[in-house]
């Protein structure tokens, strides 16, 4: 007994010497950084009371305008917090070859749709870049905007069969759900008919049912390695199945009947038939591209709808602008008349400025690093935190950042500004590639919306919103409901 308790207080001992070691680790370089907690790092109050956003800006408050960037612990991986601009951008675009890799996790074993161009590192997301990004171009954004007009007409039929209180987050979901699914998957998805089709069912299940807690998935992207020894899966597995399910019927469909479309499905299995992806990989971009799309857009137009709604000159002013331009054109909304509508551009802009859909970016060093004008080397491996929402509420760079002003993209302001202040999509060659589809559906989407409708506080809108914590996604813990009245 007394020889187990000695080898315990050993054990114990090497563990505290190792954590206390490890925990150092900035420190020792000269790096500033609040102080970790074993296990924890900096993670203190994540997935209860706090979101990634609250922990970033609390961290970014007490170290921006002293550092340059500090040192961060995401439980028990060690990241280089990065407030310079100057910086950020070197990482981004002048120095991209030593920051190119996400490190996020994936696990194509056991969850082959994590296979995707969002999660992938190295060779493969550098094949997937370039043979993706012809699908976001402006012709292929051209050829897909009338499937996204009829689906903004399908959204006005809804939205007059349920006028009064609406919760915001849902009806612009199932317009994004449909106009994704057409776009991607050349599918009829159907979710402003019915609420409840599989699709929307299967995307509501990714967004606000995850398979893990945001503790779990926050300890899956900082130690991916050990989250694929555990054998650990991202997505359920009835997600997984509709997915590939869906996938598979489509090119079964599309092959037996010799149909061809101009979307992504079409370049994934002209891909495929080169033999350069398989059925999995194909179904990985598809789900991946869903997901994103439909999420993220149907995010920021409800958020937009939000400031709108608190902001009825703002709101007033935009509808003029949409009604002038569709008067200029005969009531037809076309690809070009939106480039028309400068004001909607900032509009949308200030959205993703005050509600960026990411808290922050990510990056790992590929190769040892100096850091320009300092004395400090990144080990290769070492991930990179750029705190997006932080800087943008940053009051330097946007006074009363609190405050919904679009006045803030008008040119000269822009021009006045780091290019670097505003990264609702990343920059470089590791930029969101489906920017230009995004905010394309989103301005579609609100264009239909504003036309007709007019959006107002209810009893239940939530003033200021709380972000939901148990996702890292921005997203609101109770939803964004809202009185919709037809003008």
Request: hydrophobic residues 40%; contains cysteine; proline residues 5%.
């Amino acid at each position: 007994m007394l020889l187990l308790l000695v080898l315990l207080f050993i054990v114990g001992l090497l563990l505290y010497l190792k954590l206390r070691w490890h925990y150092a680790y900035w420190t020792r370089l000269g790096v500033a950084g609040e102080t970790p907690e074993y296990f924890r790092g900096n993670m203190r109050g994540l997935g209860k009371e706090l979101h990634w956003t609250d922990i970033n800006r609390r961290i970014y408050g007490k170290f921006h305008g002293r550092e340059r960037y500090c040192g961060y612990f995401t439980f028990m991986t060690k990241a280089l917090f990065v407030m310079d601009l100057d910086l950020i951008k070197m990482i981004m675009i002048n120095d991209f070859g030593a920051f190119a890799d996400r490190g996020l996790f994936h696990n194509v074993r056991d969850d082959p749709l994590t296979g995707n161009l969002l999660f992938l590192d190295g060779p493969e997301w550098r094949w997937l870049r370039q043979n993706l990004t012809q699908v976001f171009s402006s012709g292929k954004m051209k050829f897909m905007f009338p499937t996204m007009v009829e689906v903004g007409e399908k959204l006005t039929r809804a939205c007059h069969s349920q006028l009064g209180e609406i919760e915001a987050k849902d009806l612009c979901a199932r317009f994004t759900t449909d106009v994704i699914g057409s776009c991607a998957f050349g599918l009829e998805c159907n979710s402003l008919e019915d609420p409840d089709s599989e699709f929307r069912r299967m995307g509501r299940s990714v967004t606000t049912n995850p398979l893990h807690s945001v503790l779990v998935q926050a300890f899956m992207f900082a130690q991916p390695d050990l989250a694929r020894k555990f054998r650990l899966r991202l997505f359920r597995p009835e997600v997984s199945e509709f997915f590939l399910d869906t996938v598979r019927q489509t090119l079964d469909y599309r092959r037996r009947e010799h149909i061809h479309r101009n979307d992504l499905i079409q370049l994934l299995m002209e891909l495929g038939q080169e033999d350069a992806l398989s059925f999995e990989q194909i179904a990985a971009q598809a789900m991946v591209f869903f997901l994103a799309g439909f999420d993220t857009s149907s995010t920021t137009m409800s958020f937009c709808l939000y400031e709108l709604a608190l902001n009825p000159d703002i709101q007033e002013r935009l509808r003029e602008e949409v009604l002038e331009v569709l008067d200029r054109n005969n009531q037809k909304l076309t690809y070009e008349s939106v480039q028309e509508m400068p004001y909607l551009d900032q509009v949308v802009a200030e959205t993703l400025r005050k509600y960026p859909i990411l808290p922050h970016l990510l990056r790992r060093s590929t190769k040892e690093y100096l850091i320009p004008s300092s004395n400090l080397f990144l080990e290769r491996g070492t991930k990179i935190m750029i705190p997006v929402h932080s800087i943008h509420h940053d009051p330097e760079l946007y006074p009363e950042p609190e405050k919904f002003d679009p006045s803030r993209f008008e040119p000269d302001e822009i021009k006045a500004r780091h290019p670097f202040a505003y990264l609702p999509f990343g920059e470089g060659p590791r930029n969101c590639i489906g920017e230009r589809f995004g905010k394309l559906q989103v301005k579609v989407g609100l264009v239909y919306l504003l036309k007709e409708f007019k959006f107002s506080r209810s009893e239940q809108t939530k003033i200021p919103l709380k972000f939901s914590s148990v996702t890292f996604l921005i997203s609101t813990k109770s939803g964004i409901h809202l009185q919709m009245e037809k003008i």
